[in-house]
Nanobody
Framework: QVQLVESGGGLVQAGGSLRLSCAAS????????MGWFRQAPGKEREFVAA????????YYADSVKGRFTISRDNAKNTVFLEMNSLKPEDTAVYYC???????????????WGQGTQVTVSS
């Protein structure tokens, strides 16, 4: 079992930046691939970014490529999502996720956090 707790959401103006964090706990959490998803009001949850267990591979949705960066600190069992040049369409609840491989975490992860709200004003 892996438990995930997100933090760092908030209200920011368009063009601004936010950094989300996800603290993972569990016996083997540092060996899991981690990812971020988001769900805007009235829309389905969508993939944002993923990172493999050692940080050597990353994968991004086209909509955030070049603006968002995913990273992790396994010593602290934490994954980050640095979001720059934010747009109003980035407004959503952002969820942290975990699974055993990069492919699985990007497609249908087994473990989810509770989500953190990000609101970008125009």
């Amino acid at each position: 079992q892996v438990q995930l707790v997100e933090s760092g959401g908030g209200l920011v103006q368009a063009g601004g930046s936010l950094r989300l964090s996800c603290a993972a706990s569990g016996r083997t959490s540092s060996y899991y691939a981690m990812g971020w998803f988001r769900q805007a009001p009235g829309k389905e949850r969508e993939f944002v970014a993923a990172i493999n267990w050692n940080g050597g591979s990353t994968y991004y949705a086209d909509s955030v490529k070049g603006r968002f960066t995913i990273s992790r600190d396994n010593a602290k069992n934490t994954v980050f999502l640095e979001m720059n040049s934010l747009k109003p369409e980035d407004t959503a609840v952002y969820y942290c996720a975990a699974d055993g491989s990069l492919g699985r975490v990007a497609a249908n992860p087994a473990y989810w956090g509770q989500g953190t709200q990000v609101t970008v004003s125009s």
